[in-house]
């Protein structure tokens, strides 16, 4: 516990690794993922580096179970009197409570540990009061008034030996699930961790989870098995020492708290002393023992410290699994776009855009049709080629997608392809509006005399372009009225305005398309600097 500055320092740079990994995708194990990094966050600020900064700070039990196993008339019966309202349905379940000895209460005053709680004291009062506080028989003394949700209760009793300091935590399987996440941060803030289970539920996945658990972490455990029955305790504590052998903890410490008529009744009555001294015992000989106190600290911090060995290489492995998905993603959507965009530059060549409408009044041009009833029907057949490709291209990246676990993080949006044939639309006509200034800057410099009509001008370059090998009449006619030079100049920039346009709206629709994967911000590096805070922490050790 004598920890260099260097070690609590490399401690601190891998919690900011941790902090900073996002596990948006919905992949498989992601889930364990994100509640690994909860856990290695609340180990880290609530209880590693606190330790390992203070280990002179009261050794913190944390008395945790299921619903109805009896937490809080153990704590009441530790302390001699109630500074915590027992019972399934206590409206308290909520808040928290610490109880230490007075000379002890600075040390969690403050947010040394369980940071993002807000501390709720309770000032000294006699016995009386205390019981008229917690049965709410008198109005609330807590600063502020009131009660909040994420807060910690902290109270003092002078029968609570020093340097111990005893944590009622809510039920590890509550109905209310912020109430299940509180209760693990909770017993991750633990030097011992106190599981409380009963004669009757012992068998249950609840309290072994968290027996399993703390052997992961090899924390200093100790199990209460409570209100059991007075003709069964042989037979019950028998085999619950069975299973925990089987389950390798037969080393874990054991107490049995019997059946007493101070269980029942909503659970405000006092257990005997006789039935909690053991317990007592044995958790202030840890606290008060240098020897005790140094094996029951060193084995719950070295034991999360060595488990960071394994839990870290896991999440790292989990960033990587997210950022390889990522990857995929992303690379299904610039396929399909990439596709497409060789895909209309075929149909260019092959004159595509000079179909249906376009083409026929491209065949009554000028007879039948003007130039700018030309230029509308181009425009509208190059957006309708445009929207064809979106379109082609949205789904290809769905069929892609589909098998790809990690595209369920995004919903479909109903009104994408309206939304995308506006803007389409909208860069489409600004094309038009761009050719037809090329093609006034082009009449501008010739003879006035001589100087044909713009609008005709930017009829026949547009036609010119996008008509392929069914509009070469119009690179003629483009030449006959402004001359060779000038109509290969004008296709030239014309050319060049026609790709720049095709990228631009299907580069504009790739993006939008990955927009909310890159807004997720899913990279590699925090795989990498996992690894590196790792090699540096063990390094430290």
């Known amino acids: 516990m004598d920890a260099r500055p260097q070690l609590i320092d490399a401690l601190s740079a891998l919690r900011d690794r941790v902090a900073a990994v996002r596990l948006p995708l919905p992949l498989r194990g992601a889930s364990r993922a994100r509640q690994t990094r909860t856990e290695l966050l609340a180990q880290l600020d609530d209880y590693l580096v606190p330790r390992l900064k203070d280990p002179d700070a009261p050794l913190l039990a944390v008395i945790g179970g299921s619903t109805g196993a009896g937490k809080s008339t153990l704590v009441n019966s530790l302390v001699g009197r109630r500074v915590s309202e027992a019972g399934v349905l206590r409206p308290t379940t909520r808040t928290p409570v610490l109880v230490c000895h007075p000379d002890d209460h600075h040390w969690f005053a403050g947010m040394r540990v369980l940071p993002h709680l807000t501390r709720v004291w309770m000032p000294p009062q006699d016995e009386a009061d205390a019981e008229d506080e917690i049965l709410g028989r008198k109005g609330s003394r807590r600063p502020g008034g009131g009660t909040d949700e994420k807060s910690l209760r902290i109270e003092t009793a002078s029968t609570l030996p020093r340097g111990l300091a005893l944590l009622d935590a809510p039920d590890i399987d ?10 693990a941060e909770l017993i991750c803030a633990a030097d011992v961790w106190v599981m409380v289970t009963t004669a009757s539920r012992y068998a249950d996945a609840v309290p072994w989870h968290l027996l399993r658990t ?60 006789t039935a909690v ?36 290489p896991e999440l790292a492995s989990a960033v990587a699994a997210q950022y390889a998905a990522a990857v995929r993603l992303t690379g299904a959507v610039e396929e399909a776009y990439a596709a497409q965009r060789e895909r209309v530059r075929g149909r260019l060549r092959a004159g595509a855009v000079l179909a249906g409408d376009a083409r026929t009044r491209w065949r009554g041009y000028p007879r039948d049709s003007s130039a700018a009833e030309l230029l509308d029907a181009l425009v509208a057949s190059m957006s309708a080629l445009l929207q064809c490709a979106v379109a082609a291209a949205d789904e290809q990246v769905e069929n892609a997608w589909r098998r790809e676990p990690a595209a369920g993080a995004f919903g479909s949006d109903g009104g994408a392809d309206l939304e995308s044939g506006e803007r389409i639309g909208i860069a489409v006509r600004r094309w038009r509006r761009v050719l037809e200034e090329l093609a006034e800057e082009e009449v501008r410099g010739m003879e006035r005399n001589a100087a044909p009509d713009a609008e005709t001008v930017a009829a026949l370059l547009a036609t010119a372009l996008l008509g392929g090998r069914r509009a070469r009449g119009a690179g003629e006619r483009l030449a006959e009225r402004i001359g060779a030079q000038g109509a290969l100049r004008l296709r030239d920039k014309g050319g060049e305005l026609v790709t720049t346009t095709i990228d631009d709206v299907l580069h504009s629709e790739r993006d939008r398309r990955l927009a909310p994967l890159d807004a997720l911000e899913v990279t590699p590096e925090p795989q990498a600097e996992l690894i590196a805070a790792l090699s540096l922490l063990q390094k430290e050790r």
């Open 174 to 183: 509550s109905l209310v699930v912020e109430n299940r996440r509180l209760a």
């Open 277 to 312: 001294a053991p317990l007592l015992s044995w958790l202030a000989h840890r606290a008060q023992d240098p020897a005790a106190r140094q094996q029951a600290l060193g084995r719950t911090a070295g034991g999360v410290l060595d488990s960071l060995g394994s839990r870290m």
């Open 214 to 273: 703390a052997k992961e972490y090899d924390a200093t455990l100790v199990s209460v098995l409570d209100r059991v029955p007075h003709q069964v305790v042989d037979e019950v504590s028998r085999q619950y020492a069975a299973l925990l052998t089987k389950a390798g903890l037969g080393h874990v410490p054991r107490f049995t708290v019997p059946e007493l008529p101070e269980s029942a009744g909503g659970g405000n009555g006092l257990l005997p002393t």
